[in-house]
């Protein structure tokens, strides 16, 4: 990777995730059906495979925080759940430190999950569709910051 940082493996310690079991998890809901949104709205979300999105819900866990985003997409936008389905129709679960190397473009979904650092269950189909639409996503660049000389 070119910007000259990396996001190190890392993982949070087990007080953490503790803690973060017993926080209120409809917040973290909320806050990611947003960023989504926004996501769709820039158009950084191919439009074709948000209808294929239509009705499913999705739950992402972040193990070591012990956290949990629980949303459906309906009628053309992401929603946030309160609670988190039985069954979503498709679930990843990961430390923070592989959503962050994801969001970095500095892993992809594939070495994640062959390295198991990243767990997807639910249907195969709806997650080759995810999965390709992270492929398609086009970042903008973000301006290089100076280099730190000591």
């Given at each position: 990777?070119?910007?000259?940082?990396?996001?190190?493996?890392?993982?949070?310690?087990?007080?953490?995730?503790?803690?973060?079991?017993?926080?209120?998890?409809?917040?973290?809901?909320?806050?990611?059906?947003?960023?989504?949104?926004?996501?769709?709205?820039?158009?950084l979300l191919p439009e074709?495979?948000?209808?294929?999105?239509?009705?499913?819900?999705?739950?992402?866990?972040?193990?070591?925080?012990?956290?949990?985003?629980?949303?459906?997409?309906?009628?053309?936008?992401?929603?946030?759940?309160?609670?988190?389905?039985?069954?979503?129709?498709?679930?990843?679960?990961?430390?923070?430190?592989?959503?962050?190397?994801?969001?970095?473009?500095?892993?992809?979904?594939?070495?994640?999950?062959?390295?198991?650092?990243?767990?997807?269950?639910?249907?195969?189909?709806?997650?080759?569709?995810?999965?390709?639409?992270?492929?398609?996503?086009?970042?903008?660049?973000?301006?290089?910051?100076?280099?730190?000389?000591?």
């Amino acid at each position: 990777m070119s910007q000259g940082f990396s996001i190190p493996r890392f993982k949070l310690p087990a007080l953490v995730a503790s803690l973060g079991s017993r926080l209120p998890q409809w917040p973290h809901s909320l806050v990611l059906a947003t960023a989504l949104n926004l996501a769709a709205r820039i158009g950084l979300l191919p439009e074709d495979s948000l209808v294929l999105l239509e009705g499913r819900t999705f739950l992402v866990e972040v193990l070591d925080a012990g956290g949990q985003a629980s949303f459906t997409y309906r009628d053309g936008l992401f929603r946030p759940l309160s609670t988190v389905p039985e069954t979503p129709d498709l679930a990843f679960s990961a430390n923070l430190s592989a959503f962050l190397q994801l969001l970095a473009r500095q892993e992809d979904p594939d070495t994640l999950f062959f390295n198991r650092e990243l767990a997807i269950v639910g249907d195969t189909e709806l997650g080759l569709v995810i999965k390709n639409m992270l492929d398609a996503v086009e970042l903008p660049q973000l301006p290089r910051l100076p280099a730190f000389r000591h």
